[in-house]
C-alpha cells in the first residue's frame, strides 16, 4: 500500500496537470476559460484532493482522472472539457417517422442518436415474415433492408453524428447498412463513430432476442472486432451490456460482476480467434443502468471501472492504456417507471441521471414519463431531454471531475461493491467462464432471486414505490400515449416486394452463396460479405436465413 502525504499528493497534481491534463487540453480545451459557483463566485478546480490525515492508499485506489486504475473518470478533465454525449433513445414505426424524431431531438440539443429496433429486425426477420405479425415498427423501428436504413439516416452527417445502435444477434449486418450508407454520403469507414451493442450472452440471460448458438454467436462478435480493427477504428465494436441485467432484477454488485464476466468473455473469445488484447479492447464498451439510490450507483460506476482496469492490465496483459478504460453509456432504470403517477417519473429519471454524470458516464440516455405506457411521446421525450441540460448547463456537477470523490460514504460504497463483484468474478472463474456460468444457470439463478427478493419488500411496503405502494391516489386521465397501428407492417410489405421486383436477384443470390460458403469456413471472413450483400439489396432476413441454415438456431435448455 502506498502512504502518500498530502504535500506529496500536490507535488503528484502538478505532474499530473503537466504530464495528464495539460495534452488533454490541447486536444480537447475546456467549455469556459474558468470554472465558479453560481452564487459566492468561488473558482471551480478540475479535481479535487484528499485532506490532510486521509491520502492512505490515494494513488493505489483512486489515482488520478484519466489514470489508472480510472476510479475517478477516464478522461482527465472530464465534463470541463465537453459534456457527456445526449443520447436519447429512439424509433418507432417505419423509418421515415423514426428520422423525423431523430431530426427533432437533434434540433433540441440531442448531440448523438440511440436507434431502437422493433422486435422483428432484433431476431433477423422481415417485416413481411409471418413471425413479424402483430409487431413490426411496436418497440422500435422496421428496418428489413439499406433502403429503409438510407431513410432511417437521410440528413443525418455521419461524419459529424454517432450513431449508436441496440442491436445483437444480428448486428453485424446493421453495421453493414451504416457503412453502406456511410459510402454513399462520402464518409468513409475510418470516419464512422458509433456503437453497436452486438452483447449476445447477455440476451441469453436477460433478453431473449438471440439468433444463433453461443459458438457461431461468438464468432460474428470476434469477426467484428476483427474487421472494425482494420477498417472502421472510431467505431465501439460491443456494448458490453449490464442494463438489462439490471432490469431483469439483479442487485448492483451483480450487475458490475455479471457484465465484466461477459466482458473477460468477449476477450477471451477475441484472444483465442488470433487478435491482440490491445487491437480489440480499446474498441469496447459498456452499457450500464442507473437505478434509484443515488450514492450506491454513483459508486458502483467507480468500482466497475476501477475492476476492468485491473482485470485487462493484469489478467490480459494490455499494455495499452486505452485498453484499460472503462467506457460506459448509462439509461436510466425503465423497471423503475411507474404507470401509476407517471409525472413522478421525471424525479426518478432526474435522480438515476444525476448519478450517472457524477459517476463519469460517457453518454447517457433519459427515460420518459410515459414508458410504463406506452412508446414516449414527441413531448415527453424533450422533458427527457431537456432533464440532461439542465443538469449539464444549470447544476454545476460537471465543472469538477469526480465531485463525489473523497465522501467516506462513496468511498465505503465503491470498495463494497468491488469486494462483492470480485467475489462472483472468482465463483465465474471457478465454474468455467461467463458462457458456462450462463448455460448451468448459475446467473439466472442469482438474478432470479434477488428479483424475487427486491419483489418481496415491495409487496410487503417494506420497500417505497411512490403511488404504487404508498401515497397512492385516484388517477382517471393518462394523457396522450402514442401508438404505432398495423398500416406500418402493410407498407413495409409493400416495400419490400418493390425491392425484391427491382433489384438484381441474380446478384443477391451470388452473394447469399458466399456467405454460406464463409460461413462453412472456420477461417471465413463474413463482415466484408455483408456490406457487399447489403449493398446488392439483400435484405436483413435473407442474410440471418442463410446464417441460420449453417449455425442453426438456439433453443435454450432449462436452467431451473
Not at 246 to 253: K, L, P, Q, V
Request: proline share 4%.
Amino acid at each position: 500500500m502506498i502512504d502518500v502525504a498530502p504535500q506529496k499528493l500536490e507535488t503528484l497534481k502538478k505532474h499530473w496537470k503537466e504530464s495528464v491534463l495539460a495534452p488533454q487540453l490541447k486536444k480537447n480545451p475546456e467549455r469556459q476559460a474558468k470554472f465558479t459557483t453560481s452564487s459566492e463566485d468561488m473558482e471551480v478546480d478540475v479535481v479535487y484532493l484528499p485532506a490532510e490525515g486521509e491520502a492512505g492508499a490515494y494513488q493505489e485506489k483512486l489515482g488520478f482522472p484519466g489514470e489508472f486504475p480510472y476510479t475517478r473518470g477516464v478522461q482527465s478533465n472530464m465534463y470541463r472539457g465537453r459534456f457527456w454525449t445526449m443520447r436519447q433513445y429512439a424509433g418507432f414505426g417505419n423509418a421515415k417517422e423514426s428520422n423525423e424524431r431523430y431530426k427533432f431531438l437533434i434540433a433540441q440539443g440531442q448531440t448523438g442518436l440511440s436507434v431502437a429496433f422493433d422486435l422483428p429486425t432484433q431476431i433477423g426477420y422481415d417485416a413481411d415474415h409471418a413471425f413479424a405479425e402483430g409487431e413490426v415498427g411496436k418497440v422500435g423501428v422496421s428496418i428489413s433492408s439499406l433502403r429503409d436504413m438510407q431513410t432511417l439516416l437521410d440528413g443525418i452527417p455521419l461524419d459529424k453524428v454517432s450513431i449508436s445502435m441496440t442491436i445483437n444477434a444480428p448486428a453485424a449486418v446493421l453495421l453493414a447498412m451504416v457503412i453502406a450508407v456511410g459510402k454513399q454520403q462520402g464518409v468513409p469507414a475510418n470516419a464512422l463513430r458509433g456503437t453497436i451493442q452486438n452483447d449476445v450472452l447477455k440476451e441469453y440471460i436477460a433478453r431473449g432476442t438471440y439468433i444463433f448458438p453461443p459458438a457461431p454467436s461468438m464468432r460474428l462478435i470476434t469477426d467484428i472486432f476483427r474487421y472494425c480493427a482494420a477498417e472502421v477504428p472510431k467505431w465501439n465494436t460491443i456494448s458490453i451490456s449490464g442494463y438489462h441485467i439490471r432490469e431483469a432484477g439483479s442487485t448492483a454488485a451483480q450487475e458490475v460482476a455479471f457484465t465484466l464476466a461477459n466482458g473477460i468473455e468477449y476477450a477471451k473469445a477475441a484472444i483465442a480467434a488470433g487478435l491482440d488484447v490491445d487491437e480489440f479492447a480499446g474498441q469496447l464498451s459498456f452499457f450500464f443502468n442507473a437505478h434509484n439510490n443515488f450514492l450506491e450507483e454513483v459508486a458502483k460506476f467507480r468500482a466497475a471501472r476501477r475492476l476492468w482496469a485491473h482485470i485487462m492490465r493484469d489478467r490480459f496483459g494490455a499494455k495499452d492504456s486505452r485498453s484499460w478504460r472503462l467506457r460506459f453509456h448509462t439509461q436510466t432504470a425503465g423497471s423503475t417507471l411507474t404507470a401509476q403517477q407517471p409525472d413522478n417519473n421525471i424525479i426518478r429519471v432526474t435522480i438515476q441521471a444525476l448519478a450517472a454524470v457524477l459517476g463519469g458516464t460517457q453518454s447517457l440516455h433519459t427515460n420518459s414519463k410515459d414508458e410504463a405506457l406506452a412508446l414516449p411521446t414527441q413531448k415527453s421525450v424533450e422533458i427527457a431531454l431537456r432533464t440532461q441540460q439542465i443538469i449539464a448547463y444549470e447544476s454545476g456537477s460537471a465543472d469538477t471531475v469526480d465531485p463525489l470523490g473523497g465522501s467516506y460514504y462513496v468511498e465505503a460504497l465503491t470498495d463494497e461493491i468491488e469486494r462483492r463483484a470480485q467475489e462472483y468474478l472468482d465463483k465465474i472463474d471457478e465454474l468455467g467462464g461467463a458462457l458456462k456460468a450462463i448455460e448451468e444457470g448459475f446467473v439466472n439463478r442469482e438474478i432470479q432471486d434477488a428479483a424475487y427478493h427486491t419483489q418481496r419488500l415491495i409487496e410487503k411496503s417494506e420497500q417505497v414505490v411512490v403511488g404504487v405502494n404508498r401515497f397512492q391516489t385516484n388517477e382517471k386521465s393518462t394523457g396522450d400515449l402514442l401508438r404505432v397501428d398495423e398500416t406500418v407492417r402493410v407498407n413495409q410489405c409493400a416495400a419490400l416486394a418493390a425491392l425484391r421486383a427491382e433489384r438484381d436477384n441474380a446478384a443477391v443470390a451470388a452473394v447469399l452463396a458466399k456467405i454460406e460458403a464463409a460461413a462453412r469456413d472456420p477461417q471465413g471472413s463474413l463482415m466484408p460479405l455483408f456490406v457487399e450483400a447489403v449493398e446488392a439489396c439483400a435484405t436483413l432476413g435473407e442474410i440471418c436465413d442463410t446464417l441460420r441454415g449453417v449455425f442453426g438456431e438456439y433453443t435454450p435448455e432449462s436452467w431451473v
